[in-house]
């Protein structure tokens, strides 16, 4: 079992930055392939990034490709996702994932309960 706990969430005005952090609890956390997932309101769970087991490789929707950076902190059994030039679009409930597939379908096997993001216009 896997528990996941994102933190980094907040209120930033449009063109601002925000590090969203998540931290997982197992002792075998670098074994997991690691996802960023987000959800706005009415609207369904979308892919933002993912990185593989190694870090070796990233996938980025094309929405946020350029602007967020996924990255792993292997010491820290952490995952994290640096945002810049935020935008409204952007607002939304984060959620990290971690799972055996690198994969950008949420078919991940453990989830966080989620960090609001929210960006001001």
């Known amino acids: 079992q896997v528990q996941l706990v994102e933190s980094g969430g907040g209120l930033v005005q449009a063109g601002g930055s925000l590090r969203l952090s998540c931290a997982g609890s197992?002792?075998?956390?670098?074994?997991?392939?690691m996802g960023w997932f987000r959800q706005a309101p009415g609207k369904e769970r979308e892919f933002v990034a993912a990185?593989?087991?190694?870090?070796?490789?990233?996938y980025y929707a094309d929405s946020v490709k350029g602007r967020f950076t996924i990255s792993r902190g292997y010491a820290l059994n952490a995952v994290f996702l640096q945002m810049n030039s935020l935008k409204p679009e952007d607002t939304a409930l984060y959620y990290c994932?971690?799972?055996?597939?690198?994969?950008?379908?949420?078919?991940?096997?453990?989830w966080g309960q989620g960090t609001q993001v929210t960006v001001s216009s």
């Open positions: 994932a971690a799972g055996r597939s690198f994969t950008t379908a949420p078919t991940y096997d453990y």
């Open positions: 197992a002792r075998t956390f670098s074994s997991y392939a």
């Open positions: 990185i593989s087991r190694s870090g070796g490789a990233t």
